[in-house]
């Protein structure tokens, strides 16, 4: 895989973990003595093949922009658990998972984080939306017309937020209170009439409580049908995004 990223670029990965069981355990071999503990702690077998694909297909993401075997990659657990290469590479990465899908988001010197999660229709978000969200957060989620896109904005927020919240090295939360509306999102919660779709374009969020530091970019990603995902990289300056790459590509 050709390494092209620079420190304004992101690679973005989509991993499909439903893979046979020969790919599960060439994956599985070359995990780190840890990771392969971990995965077989878990305690159900579809979670057990989910992280070891997930974790298996990052390693291989990483290796191809670094030019080194997944097996001698080192990894390391940082600030609230972040993981990160260890040594000097300027490489960062973020990894998460939902389900059958896992995405994964690589560039340089900028710190970055992804979120994906599924949709669960009808969940009841707004007693957890009006205790923990930002007064605009909740206005915006009420104002949906039913219990099916209620659902949906919470999620749509709550990824963002999630995104921040990995790309900082932070604890959940210190992220909930994030205001992560879109211009067009805000206009909709003060008015339920309004067009609440959000453009592709990077929106710069800060914590206004200092808890989490200096700003960041922040932009919804393109993700199958019953998910929703968002991406977050340090600074003002909005990301250009290359993707998403399939791990099939590798």
């Keep these: 895989m050709t390494d092209d990223i620079d420190s304004l670029g992101v690679q973005v990965w989509t991993v499909p973990l439903d893979r046979p069981p020969a790919t599960v355990a060439a994956l599985y071999r070359i995990l780190s003595e840890r990771e392969a503990e971990r995965g077989d702690r878990c305690r159900f077998e579809n979670d057990r093949r989910r992280f070891i694909v997930a974790h298996g297909a990052l390693r291989l993401i990483l290796a191809g922009c670094l030019d080194v075997p997944p097996e001698e990659l080192r990894l390391e657990r940082g600030r609230h658990g972040k993981p990160r290469l260890a040594g000097s590479s300027d490489l960062r990465f973020s990894l998460s998972h939902s389900g059958e899908l896992a995405l994964v988001a690589v560039t340089r010197q900028r710190e970055v984080g992804v979120d994906v999660d599924r949709l669960r229709p009808g969940l009841p978000v707004e007693p957890f939306v009006q205790r923990f969200f930002p007064a605009s957060d909740a206005r915006f989620v009420a104002a949906a017309a039913g219990p099916t896109e209620r659902a949906e904005r919470f999620l749509r927020l709550w990824t963002r937020k999630e995104a921040v919240v990995k790309a900082a090295g932070a ?71 290359s993707g998403p790459h399939s791990v099939d590509e590798l």
């Design 171 to 241: 604890r959940l939360v210190q992220g909930l209170g994030l205001t992560v509306l879109t211009d067009a999102e805000s206009d909709a919660a003060s008015d339920a009439e309004s067009d609440a779709a959000s453009d592709a374009d990077a929106d710069v969020v800060r914590d206004p409580s200092g808890r989490i530091p200096g700003a960041w970019a922040v932009r919804d990603l393109p993700v199958p049908d019953g998910c929703l995902a968002a991406l977050a990289v340090a600074g003002a300056v909005a990301p250009r995004v």
